[in-house]
């Protein structure tokens, strides 16, 4: 069974920091990170490609780093100078694994609330 596990969320007052980290049972090919406030759609925030590609959202700009370690198929996501609205479930997400690009996959997400 292909899984994702999430862990690192907590609670932070604003202005601090959090590391999120996703350890996958296969070697995607893209490793990524969406969140999801209450009432909100899920939103994308960054993707890492197994050749260290990177894309991302809008709505960490600046206040983030992602970063992947193959060998552990983990994927990291440095949360930085947080902000109450950055208070949301992250679900790490998974896409493509050899001979089949198109399989993805979420994680079962994990909380990060920031007081202010």
């Known amino acids: 069974q292909v899984q994702l596990v999430e862990s690192g969320g907590g609670m932070v007052q604003a202005g601090g920091s959090l590391r999120l980290s996703c350890t996958a049972t296969?070697?995607?090919?893209?490793l990524g990170w969406y969140r999801q406030a209450p009432g909100d759609q899920r939103e994308f925030v960054a993707y890492?490609?197994?050749?260290?590609?990177?894309n991302s959202g809008d709505s960490l700009k600046g206040r983030f780093t992602i970063s992947r370690d193959n060998a552990k198929s983990t994927v990291y996501l440095d949360l930085t100078n947080l902000k109450p609205e950055d208070t949301a479930v992250y679900y790490c997400?998974?896409?493509?694994?050899?001979?089949?690009?198109?399989?993805?996959?979420w994680g079962q997400g994990t909380q990060v609330t920031v007081s202010s």
């Open positions: 997400w998974g896409k493509g694994l050899p001979g089949v690009p198109g399989y993805e996959t």
């Open positions: 296969r070697n995607f090919n893209v």
């Open positions: 890492i490609t197994r050749g260290y590609r990177t």
